[in-house]
């Protein structure tokens, strides 16, 4: 069992940033995928970034170039630095895990979720 907790959230003008993190406890495997997710007021979950234990990292194309996915291993967090937010970006952030996983950015094979932190981009 992994546990994630997010911090970072808060409200921010367009074109303003903000760093999310996430603190989790030690995964069972060495193989591991995590992920931060979003959820924008009415809508469905969505994809943000992704990377693995193997140095693989992607994002979706809506925050390419403005999103950076990090982990801090000896700290066991994972951020989530976030440039040039604009209001679409609005949402609440979830981070998520996997152990034995590799390059996964489908959100059914994550097992571990944290609670989510709100970010409010405002206009």
């Given at each position: 069992q992994v546990q994630l907790v997010e911090s970072g959230g808060g409200s921010v003008q367009e074109g303003g940033s903000l760093r999310l993190s996430c603190a989790r406890t030690d995964f069972t495997?060495?193989?591991?995928?995590?992920?931060?997710?979003?959820?924008p007021p009415g809508k469905e979950r969505e994809g943000v970034a992704y990377l693995d234990s193997h140095g693989w990292s992607t994002y979706e194309d809506s925050?390419?170039?403005?999103?950076?996915?990090?982990?801090?291993?000896?700290k066991n967090t994972l951020y989530l630095q976030m440039h040039r937010?604009?209001?679409?970006d609005t949402a609440t952030y979830y981070c998520a895990a996997e152990d034995s996983c590799a390059r996964s950015t489908l959100a059914s094979v994550y097992r571990y979720w944290g609670?989510?932190?709100l970010v409010t981009v405002s206009s």
């Open positions: 495997s060495s193989h591991y995928c995590m992920g931060w997710f979003r959820q925050v390419k170039g403005r999103f950076t996915i990090s982990e801090d291993n000896a937010l604009k209001a679409e609670q989510g932190t």
